[in-house]
Nanobody, 121 residues
């Protein structure tokens, strides 16, 4: 009942910037925590940044000072501003959200399909 769609990925040179967007759609009653994860080939999926409905944020140590997560509750969107990108940031980035669908009796966790971010050296 809830779909997450990421956009904004692409190829960028080291030191460059990208802004990822994630739009939640469907029969949404409410969205609680939202987050960005990433996964490189052969690697485990890892949390990049998270944000609560109230705006509290947390970041992986590897991206602190470079990435910024934000959200627009009215639009059901979450963003990830990525600056000073490094080749090590290359991965598929996934949007994640805890949400309550109108047709569901409880809260469920949802994933987007991912967007590729490639940082060249």
């Amino acid at each position: 009942q809830v779909q997450l769609v990421e956009s904004g990925g692409g190829l960028v040179q080291a030191g460059g910037s990208l802004r990822l967007s994630c739009a939640a759609s469907g029969s949404i009653f409410s969205i609680n925590d939202m987050a960005w994860y990433r996964q490189a080939p052969g690697k485990q999926r890892e949390l990049v940044a998270g944000i609560t409905r109230g705006g509290s944020t947390n970041y992986a140590d590897s991206v602190k000072g470079r990435f910024t997560i934000s959200r627009d509750n009215a639009k059901n969107m979450v963003y990830l501003q990525m600056n000073s990108l490094k080749p090590e940031d290359t991965a598929v980035y996934y949007c994640n959200a805890d949400a309550i669908a109108i047709s569901k009796s409880g809260i469920y966790n949802y994933w987007g399909q991912g967007t590729q971010v490639t940082v060249s050296s």
